[in-house]
């Protein structure tokens, strides 16, 4: 388990509209490393936390093009840049 196999889960999601919609509806930091590990990646929740938590703050450029667009979603993961925690 490790910060590269989060990182690349997480690569694997932004660029993934199905398994990011996976991701979202699993709910928990929890249920996400299961559905990680079901895919094949070999993280734990501390892993996607601790992923999440490095890239806290950082916009990708989807999230940059929202914001400068003035659109508005009500996402909350911090797991991979996709909020886990529905709202």
């Given at each position: ?15 993934d ?14 249920a996400?490393?299961?559905l ?7 993280v734990?929740?501390?892993d996607?936390?601790?992923h999440g ?7 990708s ?13 009500a ?13």
């Open positions: 388990m490790s910060q590269e196999e989060a990182a690349r889960f997480a690569d694997a999601v932004n660029s509209a199905g398994l990011k919609e996976e991701v979202r509806a699993a709910g928990t930091v929890e996400a490393a299961s990680a590990q079901s895919k094949g990646y070999d734990s929740a501390e996607l936390k601790a938590e490095a890239k806290k703050g950082e916009l450029d989807d999230d940059l093009a929202k914001v400068a667009g003035g659109s508005s979603t996402e909350t993961v911090v797991v991979i840049g996709v909020t886990v925690v529905a709202t």
